[in-house]
């Protein structure tokens, strides 16, 4: 089956810092993958998804490459903020409509101001 | 615009007692909706997935079962809670075009079973 794997289980930076959280997936065909961000006591928000490789999404001066090589879409930001606190999840689907999102385990940033 | 209501924001409840939550599309004809779990700290589980009235398809059990009465309503349930039901439940929706695999989140349930 599908799987999503996210090596940081937590990280902590200080304000300005570099940030990349690693994720890997498995799964067949050409999956849609995506980023979400969770704030405390919310329901995920999209950060962006991209479809083919090699597409970069971008969103809130976050990134992310779709690579098919090497199964990866790290999560990459060059200056971090306070705000940008949260849990973190890469995801994929793998648009067969089965309906069925494969949520990682999720990262938790926290930035020191 | 979309807007995804879920309710009650938040619930206290006893073992064995029975539960409904519930899940409101507004902005959006014909969407597919979803339900999740999230147990404390931990990732998001796929729980229902519905892609007309009437019809619930099952991801994982958990002792709870969902039903879409209306076009834009989704209700998860049970008969008798148990202790591992405590957690946030989240509904989500997506449009329901070949390829479009976004799924937006509403704001939550937060369950305590005690």
């Known amino acids: 089956g599908d799987s999503v794997t996210q090596t940081e289980g937590q990280v902590a930076l200080s304000e300005e810092d570099f940030l990349t959280i690693h994720c890997n997936y498995s799964a067949s065909g050409y999956p849609t993958l995506f980023w979400y961000v969770q704030y405390p006591g919310e329901g995920p928000q999209l950060l962006f998804r991209?479809?083919?490789?090699?597409e970069k999404g971008s969103s809130r001066g976050f990134e992310a490459t779709y690579d098919k090589g090497t199964t990866s879409f790290h999560l990459r930001k060059a200056s971090v903020q306070e705000s940008d606190s949260a849990v973190y999840y890469c995801a994929l689907s793998d648009n067969y409509g089965n309906e069925k999102i494969t949520f990682g385990a999720g990262t938790k940033l926290t930035i020191k101001p | 615009a979309q807007t995804i209501h879920q309710w009650p924001v938040a619930e206290i409840k006893a073992v064995g007692s029975p539960l409904s939550l519930g899940c409101t599309i507004k902005g959006k004809s014909s969407p597919n909706l979803y339900w999740y779990w999230q147990a404390t700290g931990g990732t998001l589980q796929q729980l229902f997935y519905s892609i007309t009235v009437g019809q619930v398809e099952s991801v994982v059990q958990l002792n709870l079962s969902a039903s879409r009465p209306k076009d834009d309503q989704f209700i998860l349930s049970t008969e008798k809670l148990l202790l591992s039901h405590s957690g946030f439940y989240l509904c989500?929706?997506?449009?329901?075009?070949w390829g479009e695999g976004t799924q937006y989140f509403g704001p939550g349930t937060r369950l305590l079973v005690l």
């Open positions: 991209a479809s083919r490789d090699k």
């Open positions: 989500a929706w997506r449009r329901r075009d």
